[in-house]
């Protein structure tokens, strides 16, 4: 018999509040405690949907001093969801060193399916999805040049996460190393009232938005070297 879950790990909306399941809201309802990598965006969440339970900060910044305490509490039965601000927990967000050391100390973890950002961004993208890399955010300065040049032959399609200031900045070298013709596909504020998804050619798309203020969460889809 599969013994009882200690540690959920439940992805949130990423903008809609309706795109969660109905599992996660039970779960966030009946565990002892919430991990939250902000616990004033997932007070917000619990408060829409009328749920009353413990939120205990979680996040980049102290995760290293808490994850020894939380699985101490685990191991002695309790039981815990681990929460980000948006999407699934541990996509670009904290999470992986706590689920690694629950698995490490033998407490059973569960994730639950839901919400990622980059998921639709790359289906509506119109880019093969057959195969493709997610590669999350590119180092700011260390490393970009190498990973950039390592990646300009990439046969799949590759999925990138962003910041709105910036964004233009990383189209422009996308070009430089990429090509300029690369087909590619920018989405923004995905599920939200004002949701965009820009397609075309890396110049274009280094144009398009550098002629506008840009807000939101941003996920870049690009053609692998094969240009499929």
Do not use: W
């Not at 280094?206 to 053609?223: D, N, Q």
Request: hydrophobic content about 40%; proline content about 5%; charged content about 25%.
């Amino acid at each position: 018999m599969r013994p009882p879950t200690q540690l959920y790990v439940v992805p949130t909306p990423i903008g809609n509040l309706e795109d969660i399941t109905l599992r996660a809201l039970r779960v966030l309802k009946e565990v002892d405690f919430i991990l939250a990598e902000d616990t004033r965006t997932s007070g917000n969440l619990l408060k829409h949907y009328g749920i009353e339970n413990k939120l205990v900060p979680h996040h980049l910044f102290n995760e290293h001093k808490t994850i020894e305490g939380i699985v101490d509490r685990l191991k002695e039965g309790a039981v815990c969801a681990l929460v980000s601000d948006a999407g699934t927990p541990a996509i670009s967000d904290p999470g992986y060193l706590l689920v690694r050391a629950c698995i490490q100390a033998g407490i059973t973890v569960e994730c639950l399916p839901g919400p990622t950002a980059f998921v639709p961004a790359l289906v509506n993208s119109g880019i093969a999805s057959d195969h493709f890399i997610f590669e999350g955010f590119l180092p700011h300065k260390k490393g970009r040049h190498t990973r950039l040049t390592l990646l300009s032959t990439e046969e799949k399609t590759m999925v990138f996460y962003e910041s709105p200031h910036r964004l233009v900045k990383t189209l422009s070298q996308f070009a430089e190393y990429f090509g300029e013709e690369r087909y590619a596909s920018v989405s923004r504020e995905l599920s939200k009232l004002f949701e965009e998804n820009a397609r075309g050619s890396l110049k274009e798309l280094a144009a398009h938005f550098g002629a506008k203020t840009v807000k939101g969460e941003i996920v870049i889809v690009v053609a692998g070297a094969m240009g499929k």
